[in-house]
Structure formats: structure tokens, C-alpha cells
């Protein structure tokens, strides 16, 4: 009795460690609890205040996570093969954050964004000139937070196929929206200049055949939870193009 009592002991602590370790493996990584909360932001399930929490939370774990883990890059433009020439407006007009709350989801109001156009006269979301796809690249190093993988229509989001990447050296969140499908899931570590997507035409508003295919191309500020848009005409005109 005395030698099978610390071999049971023995065992009851191993079976304990192993369920530790399944609970701790299960548990979601900040960039899955962020692909969460963005869906349930996008689709109003979730109160403002609420929302906000979540944020300042999930910020906090995503900078100690991945700050100072990488070279910071220079920047790319969005779409390979293009450059400041595709800005949609004249000098940066496109951008028209008045009206925009992030907390406001698939309802929000404004434009705090710049298209990037592409040559597509027929609207087959085609480059007219190569005939094929055109390749979405991640301006920032960053790591993936949020992805929308799929849209049919006639879904209301406004995005349709999106991804979201967060740069921890700048404090700045990516959405790349209107795509025809994504490369990246949320955890995946991308360089600037990383293939993420290909360009299409996904999203209720970028459907229509009157709508020129386009990147939807936003940045937000952290900004003590308040997710401010950044102007990145800017860097845009500054971008490494290929």
C-alpha cells in the first residue's frame, strides 16, 4: 500500500497537467478573440461600450504579444503592380472620415479610406493589360487579425471578402476590403510587401456593375479605443511599388 500510494498521486497530477493543457491550448489567441469581436461589431451584436472594452483589452495583448518582434519595413503599395496613379480623387480627396464610428459597424457612415483602382473596363475584377488576377500585398509588417473569407450576394457587408492586419510597431490597423479571396488567416505574421489576397469585387456597394473594381484600403488609430481613421495618402504616395 505504501508504494502504490505516491504511484497514484503520480498519476492523478499527470492527468491533471495534461487537462491544464488542453484548457490552455484551447484557449483563443488575441488575434482570434479580435477576428471575434470584429464580426460581432461589423454585425451590431454587441453594444458600443462593451465593444470598446474589448478593444482597449485585445490591444494590450496584441502589443505585448508582437511588439518589437520585427525589423519594421518600408512600406508597400496595397496593389501589385500599381501605384499612386490608381488613388481614386484628386490629391487624397477620396478620404472622408466625417461621419465614421467603428463602433457603428456595417452601418457606419463616411469614406475614411482610399481606393485604389485598377484597370477593368469590362468589371470581371481582371487586370485589362495581364488578364489576370491582381495581387493585394500587406503595406505594413503586421500580423493578422480579422478575415472575412467569404461573400455571395446579396449580403449586406459592406466589405465582402476583408482582411484586417495590425502593425504593432506603429499602432495602426490595416483593412484591405473587396476582395475576391484571402491568402492569410488571423495569427499568420506578414512582411510589407506579403501577398495577402487577390483584388475583386465583393461587397454590396463594389457588386454593381457601375462600381469600378477597387481596393478599399482603411487605416485606424488605436487611439485610446476611439479606432480614429489615418490619412495614408501620404505614405501611399511614398510606397515602394513592384
Known sequence: MLTRFPIA??????????????????TPSPCEEWNSLQQAVRDGTMGREDARGE???????LREAY????VHSPFHFPVKGYGPDSIGGERGSGFRPAGYN??????????????????????DGLDDVTG??????????????GVNPSWEYPSAIRGGIYVWVYDPADGLY???????????????????????????????????????THLHFMCLAFDKGRMTPRDTYRPLLEAETR
Open 9 to 26: 498521486l503520480i498519476c492523478l497530477s499527470l492527468l491533471f497537467l495534461a487537462g491544464t493543457s488542453r484548457a490552455d491550448s484551447s
Open 55 to 61: 478593444i482597449i483589452r485585445l490591444e494590450a495583448r
Open 67 to 70: 511588439t518589437g518582434k520585427s
Open 102 to 123: 467603428f463602433y457603428d459597424g456595417n452601418r457606419h457612415g463616411g469614406h475614411p479610406a482610399h481606393d485604389l483602382f485598377i484597370r477593368d473596363k469590362s468589371g
Open 132 to 145: 489576370g488576377p491582381v495581387e493585394v500585398v500587406s503595406m505594413s509588417d503586421g500580423v493578422v487579425i
Open 174 to 212: 490595416y483593412y484591405y476590403a473587396h476582395l475576391s479571396r484571402v491568402f492569410v488567416a488571423p495569427g499568420d505574421r506578414v512582411k510589407a510587401g506579403d501577398i495577402i489576397a487577390l483584388l475583386g469585387r465583393t461587397g454590396k456597394n463594389a457588386w454593381p456593375r457601375r462600381s469600378p
